[in-house]
């Protein structure tokens, strides 16, 4: 079964810094990648995806992530953090040619400090 | 506004009712899906329609259920309500048969048992 793993149930940067939020699956066969940005008392929003392709993939937001293969993982990452980006960000996979379902991870909160 | 549409937003009940929680899909969505969000346990996958047929499902009780109508929205059905049911719960769709394009979501529905 696929699962999904968010090191860090919570991250905290200084505006500007660099975010990065780690994101590692398990599955037999390299799956669908997700990334879904929850804001308060919202639902989510696709922030970015990987399915074939360039391994290096942008977002909206400013965000990028990149799959790698041999580390299993997808990591998401922007530059430079601004306020606005305070949310809770959720990794998910789909399996190819099986379910639709999205398996997500338990989702990391960022904060970011002024 | 992500184009589906979940009523209501909120819904507070006894123990032991019954409620219905209502998704509107996107417009041209053929699939709907369900999540259930709460603190310890994550997303969960509840269910999946497909243009009516249930398609997939995931950790959903014996307590709930749910269908999609013709004109493809979908309604799920929580009975005999407990406590640990409090949790948010999401409407997602998607284009089915490209399980690339990941989902659109609802706002969702909060709902509280006291």
């Known amino acids: 079964a696929q699962s999904v793993t968010q090191l860090g149930s919570h991250v905290s940067v200084s505006e500007g810094a660099l975010v990065l939020l780690r994101c590692n699956y398990s599955?037999?066969?390299?799956?669908?990648l997700f990334w879904y940005v929850q804001y308060p008392n919202q639902g989510l929003q696709l922030l970015l995806k990987?399915?074939?392709?360039?391994?290096l993939v942008k977002g909206i937001n400013g965000f990028e992530a990149e799959f790698k293969k041999s580390e299993t993982s997808f990591h998401l990452t922007k530059p430079s953090a601004h306020m606005s980006d305070a949310a809770e960000y959720f990794c998910?996979?789909?399996?190819?040619?099986?379910?639709?379902?999205?398996?997500f991870g338990k989702g990391t909160k960022l904060t970011v400090n002024p | 506004d992500s184009g589906v549409t979940q009523t209501p937003k909120h819904l507070i009940t006894a123990t032991g009712q019954r409620v219905t929680l209502r998704c509107s899909p996107r417009?041209?969505?053929?699939?709907v899906y369900w999540y259930q969000q709460s603190l310890d346990q994550g997303l969960q996958f509840l269910i999946q329609?497909?243009?009516?047929?249930?398609?997939a499902k995931g950790n959903i009780l014996e307590r709930f259920s749910a269908q999609q109508f013709p004109d493809l929205h979908s309604e799920l059905n929580l009975s005999s309500l407990e406590l640990g049911d409090s949790a948010l719960y999401f409407c997602?769709?998607?284009?089915?048969?490209?399980?690339?394009?990941?989902?659109?979501f609802g706002s969702g529905t909060r709902l509280t048992v006291v």
């Open positions: 997602a769709s998607s284009v089915a048969g490209r399980g690339d394009y990941g989902y659109t």
């Open positions: 599955s037999s066969v390299p799956p669908y």
């Open positions: 329609y497909y243009n009516g047929e249930e398609r």
């Open positions: 417009s041209g969505d053929l699939s």
């Open positions: 990987y399915t074939t392709g360039a391994t």
């Open positions: 998910a996979v789909q399996s190819k040619g099986g379910s639709e379902k999205l398996v």
